[in-house]
């Protein structure tokens, strides 16, 4: 089923999610990767806040290549999901609605999305030079020395992306095994 959503994204339209719906996301998303996950993490830590309002929002595991004339960014595709396992669970639990990556999740990070009703999202990876055609603006807003691993605000419009892990952990990855599984009997 096809999807489209404003960003920052509501309970009731992750809630309304099922692995392996398409959606078009249009609003506000962020973008994060390893570097800047350390960073709010130790933020955290300091009992600090982080440099934008979680709740709600999304994370795009995502650093981009330096933009062309003319464009807001460059080639913006994902980045392993797998690698930001460690500091998920906590931005989840502080109202982080969903993510954007590629690949598998940890079982920590599988549950803190069941248990907050958020959802995990993937982007097609190899695609980022067409990824980068739905956003419309980026503007660095916090870690600005972490070079493409700064966090970014992206307004982005029909962005494409697939549920892998729906709010009631549904997993695509799993669920597709079987189907292809059964198909081949």
Do not use: W
Request: aromatic share 8%; proline share 4%.
């Amino acid at each position: 089923m096809d999807h489209h959503i404003k960003a920052p994204i509501s309970k009731e339209d992750t809630k309304s999610l099922n692995a392996g719906d398409f959606v078009y996301l249009t609003g506000i998303i962020y973008t994060a990767r390893d570097a800047a996950h350390k960073r709010m993490k130790e933020t955290l830590d300091r009992n600090e806040s982080l440099p934008f309002n979680i709740k709600g929002n999304m994370i795009y595991y995502m650093g981009p290549s330096p933009a062309r004339e003319g464009r807001p960014i460059g080639s913006a595709g994902p980045t392993t999901a797998s690698r930001m396992d460690k500091y998920t669970p906590q931005l989840l639990d502080m109202g982080m609605a969903g993510m954007i990556g590629k690949g598998k999740r940890s079982k920590e990070v599988i549950e803190a999305i069941v248990r907050n009703k958020a959802v995990y999202f993937a982007a097609v990876g190899g695609a980022g030079a067409l990824l980068s055609k739905c956003i419309l603006s980026s503007e660095v807003i916090a870690y600005d020395d972490l070079g493409t691993e700064a966090i970014r605000r992206l307004e982005v419009k029909d962005f494409p992306v697939i549920v892998v892990i729906d709010s009631e952990g549904n997993n695509l990855y799993e669920t597709a095994i079987e189907k292809y599984r059964e198909d081949q009997k």
